[in-house]
Nanobody, 127 residues
Framework: QVQVAESGGGLVQPGASLRLSCLNS????????IGWFRQAPGKERTFVAA????????HYSNSVKDRFTITRDNAKKTVDLLMNSLKPEDTAVYYC????????????????????WGQGTQVTVSS
């Protein structure tokens, strides 16, 4: 049974770094696309980054591509979001999502493309 879960959120100061992890507790990721989305207070959920498990292809939103890195951790069997130079506007609940099939580029940023979602983890950037 697929159960996607996030970990690693917290409160950090502006300029700090944070690492979020996405785990499939029902088994290791073996295919498909893993996406990260975020929802800031009072705003809609938006796409952050995505990773194609089969070919290691990465996708980023323009707002984070110079600061965030999505990567796989084979030892932990997770897909991690490395966030650097965090800003107050990065404050949001971050969600991990899994598509069972590998998504085409035009679909990675669409919520309806994903089959499973985690509960979210809070990231707060504040001094």
């Amino acid at each position: 049974q697929v159960q996607v879960a996030e970990s690693g959120g917290g409160l950090v100061q502006p300029g700090a770094s944070l690492r979020l992890s996405c785990l499939n507790s029902g088994g290791a990721f073996s295919s498909g696309t893993i996406g990260w989305f975020r929802q800031a207070p009072g705003k809609e959920r938006t796409f952050v980054a995505a990773f194609d498990w089969s070919n290691n292809r990465k996708h980023y939103s323009n707002s984070v591509k110079d600061r965030f890195t999505i990567t796989r951790d084979n030892a932990k069997k997770t897909v991690d979001l490395l966030m650097n130079s965090l800003k107050p506007e990065d404050t949001a609940v971050y969600y991990c999502a899994l598509s069972r099939s590998r998504l085409i580029t035009s679909s990675v940023g669409r919520e309806e493309s994903y089959d499973y979602w985690g509960q979210g983890t809070q990231v707060t950037v504040s001094s």
